[in-house]
């Protein structure tokens, strides 16, 4: 295993994309389990009442990167069959994607949303994934995990703008991070549609995003904007046949 349940706050008063990931190491506050209710509320308690919160506004922008995937190396089924399916997951690994990516985020959600509503311009920016256009083979509670995500964001975009925050998710393909690069299994739809992003690509989105950008749902990088747009206008059997396609073994 090696992705952790740990999630990292941060915060940033940055200006531009370029200083964003810069700053936020600087201003790393703290990590914990966002799975964990109690420790997340009593986090973001502590984070919200330092003096470092006024001098950024912590509740202006909250974003959530609850982010996590378990892949270990394949157990072969037959002699020279080293095909990973999910019944070939644990249950373990199952609901620790689950937990950290749908349970994780909505905790976090609703930690902040005290003092998003004591905000002037409120945002939340959560990260969903390419994952949550189609079901992805080999990663399918990844996958579904970034469906919950996508749809917990459309909801709460629409539940909390009685209180006038905008709730948006991003939705990079795979990103050259150590959940993708130390996985000791790698999906055949990570290797034939290679890592491409860095985690640079996806703070310049996310900066951009936040200038005012009215989509709930945006996609990161030229190619996935291009599969989204031709989603939309090809029956969803094509998108079907493409990820069987990628996702062959």
């Known amino acids: 295993m090696v992705a952790s349940r740990l999630s990292t706050i941060t915060a940033s008063n940055a200006h531009s994309h370029r ?110 994934s390419a994952s949550a256009l189609y079901g992805v083979p080999h990663l399918a509670s990844y996958s579904a995990s970034k469906f919950a ?17 905008r709730v948006q998710d991003l939705m990079p393909p795979f990103v050259n991070t150590g959940m993708v690069n130390k996985q000791t299994f790698e999906a055949p739809v990570v290797r034939r549609m290679g890592v491409k992003l860095s985690a640079d690509d996806v703070a310049r989105a996310a900066f951009d995003t936040l200038q005012g950008d009215p989509r709930v749902h945006v996609p990161v990088g030229l190619p996935f904007r291009f599969t989204v747009l031709l989603e939309k206008v090809v029956p969803q059997r094509a998108t079907r046949a493409l990820m069987a396609w990628l996702s062959r073994d």
């Open 149 to 165: 995500v996508r749809g917990l964001t459309e909801a709460l975009d629409l539940e909390w703008r009685r209180h006038g925050i």
């Open 19 to 128: 200083s964003t990931r810069a700053d936020m190491g600087r201003h790393r506050l703290a990590d914990l389990d966002t799975a964990n209710r109690l420790r997340v509320n009593h986090i973001t308690n502590q984070i919200q009442r330092s003096p470092f919160a006024f001098q950024i506004g912590f509740a202006h922008v909250f974003a959530n990167d609850a982010d996590g995937q378990q892949l270990n190396a394949p157990q072969k089924r037959d002699q020279g069959d080293e095909r990973r399916e999910a019944g070939h997951h644990s249950a373990e690994q199952h609901r620790f994607t689950l937990d950290v990516n749908v349970a994780g985020t909505l905790q976090m959600c609703l930690a902040a949303l005290p003092y998003l509503k004591q905000s002037r311009s409120p945002r939340v920016l959560n990260m969903s």
